[in-house]
């Protein structure tokens, strides 16, 4: 697997040079720490430590909701078939209940505050009245310490536990919730409030007796029975919908009527909002024909690059995902392969700087620029006003929506930076031979329109909004009291409201 990876896996290099972890460097300590194992749980939880260490969401041992998703891939993409077939079901789901009991806090076990990454700090938006009681402090304070550590570089130091964000705007590792591993031992936290004054706590596992809701949006996330969601919002001047994930094309034929439905139906309705937030990805297909091509009213293009390394494993991976995908239906794509010495005379002085460094040297394969072109297919014209949501919880698939919307012009980020590793191909697994453990890697190393690497920067919306820390206090109060949203509610909702407002007032000034 190290072998593997070390030759294939294309954000190592960018990995240490971004966030300072060389993990080739740390071969032998790996070596060490899977000869330690005594039993099959720690040597599985050691194999997803050393992945986790790597740090990039699509690095992991397989569960079974992906292990199904790959066996039913299109059967062109005999490479991933080849792999699933060296393990089965049963093994896959023993293996990752290890994982998961790993990562998991014991049954109804919690610390007595919760707060989420939030404009660069840790805002806790939930404390239990007796914590609360007991340290005089509120929702609304924030982290700023761990143990005597800044709270950045306390997470920052959980590298290998659990798979951290990178934020690009602050440059930094962050968790979307504060979630500490469970040791047992309480933590001791620093809080600070809003006038600066801080105080220091004890913060020890507690049993927590009803479920507390994280704040995620939109309001009616907790409420969706289905993949989609539509509604038509600001009394018929603005039409909504939200999507969980990208569903595998081949079984999304039900999801289709009702997209087409109700675009037939926002024909003419003068803005509409596809609310991406919280779409962990899956099929490119999805987005590509089941929502751009009905509603696009001319070809659309995109500007992709890629590149991939130069180990030999790789290789079948992305040669069977290139012939698989190469007669998606309204499709087009024209690329070009530069060698690494011409590309510094084709660049742009600003391109060439924002192009990640490593894709020029030996390691990696001369890079691939295209263009790929979606056609109409006249289903649902839509001539309004197209507003795209993004925020952390967008990847993937759902990643690789936002930068075509980015790269075309189609349609209009709003919100917070996306969560990254878009574009490219499927990525790729590998079974290890003995254990039967399943690990899936990402296979590119996808850029963004402006040459810099999607992993690094992710997706910049076109219009930044954060949700504001008194939003999202006052939604966590809601839900804790009993509020149940039946759609998504701007009252609560600062990126939702805002792209609101800009969706009434550029459709009004038309």
Not at 157 to 184: A, C, H, I, S
Not at 471 to 493: C, H, Q, V, W
């Amino acid at each position: 697997m190290f072998d593997v990876l070390k030759d294939n896996h294309p954000y190592l290099a960018l990995k240490k040079r971004v966030e300072g972890y060389d993990w080739v460097a740390h071969e032998s300590e790996f070596e060490s720490a899977i000869t330690a194992t005594k039993n099959d749980k720690e040597f599985v939880q050691t194999i997803q430590r050393i992945l986790l260490l790597i740090n990039n969401g699509h690095t992991s041992v397989i569960g079974p909701d992906l292990f199904n998703l790959i066996k039913n891939l299109p059967e062109e993409l005999t490479p991933w078939h080849n792999e699933a077939a060296k393990t089965d079901e049963e093994t896959v789901a023993r293996w990752f209940d290890m994982v998961v009991e790993s990562m998991a806090y014991p049954q109804n076990q919690a610390l007595p505050f919760m707060a989420r990454y939030n404009q660069g700090k840790y805002l806790v938006y939930w404390i239990s009245d007796d914590f609360s009681r007991r340290y005089k402090v509120d929702p609304g304070c924030v982290i700023s310490k761990v143990n005597d550590m800044d709270v950045h570089d306390f997470v920052a130091n959980l590298r290998g536990e659990t798979w951290l964000y990178y934020d690009p705007q602050y440059k930094r590792l962050y968790m979307r919730d504060f979630l500490p591993p469970y040791k047992g031992a309480p933590y001791q936290v620093t809080f600070e409030n809003d006038k600066g004054g801080t105080v220091e706590a004890t913060a020890s596992f507690q049993r927590i007796t009803k479920p507390i809701y994280p704040p995620e949006f939109p309001t009616n996330i907790w409420q969706l029975g289905s993949n989609i969601y539509t509604a038509i919002l600001e009394e018929g001047r603005v039409a909504y919908i939200h999507i969980f994930e990208m569903t595998q094309y081949q079984s999304s034929q039900l999801e289709r009527e009702i997209l087409l439905s109700f675009f037939e139906e926002i024909k003419d309705v003068p803005a509409l909002i596809i609310d991406m937030r919280n779409n962990s990805g899956g099929d490119d297909r999805f987005w590509m024909l089941n929502i751009v091509r009905p509603l696009a009213r001319e070809p659309l293009n995109e500007f992709q690059g890629a590149a991939i390394r130069t180990g030999e494993y790789i290789k079948p991976f992305m040669e069977a995902n290139a012939e698989a995908f190469s007669d998606v239906e309204g499709l087009t794509s024209l690329g070009m392969q530069l060698t690494q010495k011409d590309i510094p005379s084709i660049l742009t002085p600003e391109e060439l700087e924002n192009l990640p460094p490593e894709i020029l040297g030996p390691d990696f394969e001369p890079p691939v620029f295209s263009m790929t072109t979606i056609e109409p297919s006249g289903e649902c014209p839509y001539k309004g006003k197209i507003y795209v949501l993004t925020g952390p919880g967008v990847f993937s698939s759902a990643e690789s929506f936002c930068m075509f919307c980015k790269s075309s012009g189609w349609a209009t980020l709003v919100g917070e930076y996306t969560g990254g590793d878009g574009g490219g191909s499927t990525p790729a697994m590998i079974t290890l031979p003995n254990s039967k453990i399943p690990v899936f890697f990402p296979s590119t190393l996808s850029l963004n329109p402006d040459f810099t690497a999607n992993e690094e920067t992710h997706t910049a919306p076109d219009v930044l909004v954060e949700p504001s820390p008194e939003d999202i206090i006052r939604y966590l109060k809601a839900l804790t009291e009993g509020k149940k949203f039946s759609m998504p509610d701007p009252n609560y909702d600062t990126v939702l409201k805002e792209c609101l407002r800009l969706a009434l007032e550029e459709t009004e000034a038309r």
